[in-house]
């Protein structure tokens, strides 16, 4: 379960096919010191996808894209940067390592295999990514946290 969480950074509407998650974050981290309040020196990579969410995301799959860092308390929000309230739920939590582009396989096996044989769905709230400070999507070894919203499975009857 996780308490709502504020974000400040910036987004931009973009679709799998189309991805420039790269160049919002080129835009974003030079900018990082801007935000006041941080929470911790992690970064939030989230996505907010256009309509309801009722299977796994795909290539066509309209999103807004957030290159974030989160904030214990409220303040001013640098020029060009917006603010997002995470909403509380339940979440599954998966650790990745490896490249960014090589995580294909980790969500075939997230949507394909373990959702699937869960007692659960997914719900329409923000999917998010928790990145190192350190963090790099060309990295090996580079580390995040995979937050998938879900909530129990409606019973068909």
């Known amino acids: 379960m996780l308490v709502g969480m504020t974000v400040v950074g910036l987004h931009r509407s973009m679709t799998f096919a189309e991805l420039s998650m790269g160049e919002l974050w080129k835009a974003f981290r030079p900018r990082v010191d801007e935000v006041r309040h941080r929470a911790s020196l992690d970064f939030i990579s989230m996505r907010i996808y256009e309509g309801p969410v009722g299977a796994a995301p795909t ?79 060309d990295d090996p070894e580079g580390r995040e946290q995979v937050w998938i919203p879900i909530q129990e499975r409606k019973r068909r009857g």
């Open 59 to 137: 290539p066509g799959s309209r999103f807004e894209q957030w290159a974030a860092v989160a904030v214990n308390q409220s303040g001013p929000i640098p020029e060009g940067m917006d603010s997002r309230e995470i909403k509380a739920g339940r979440y599954a939590v998966f650790d990745y390592r490896g490249r960014a582009d090589a995580f294909e396989g980790a969500a075939r096996y997230i949507y394909g295999e373990w959702l699937p044989a869960s007692e659960y769905e997914l719900a329409d709230r923000e999917f998010f990514e928790v990145l190192g400070p350190s963090y790099r999507p």
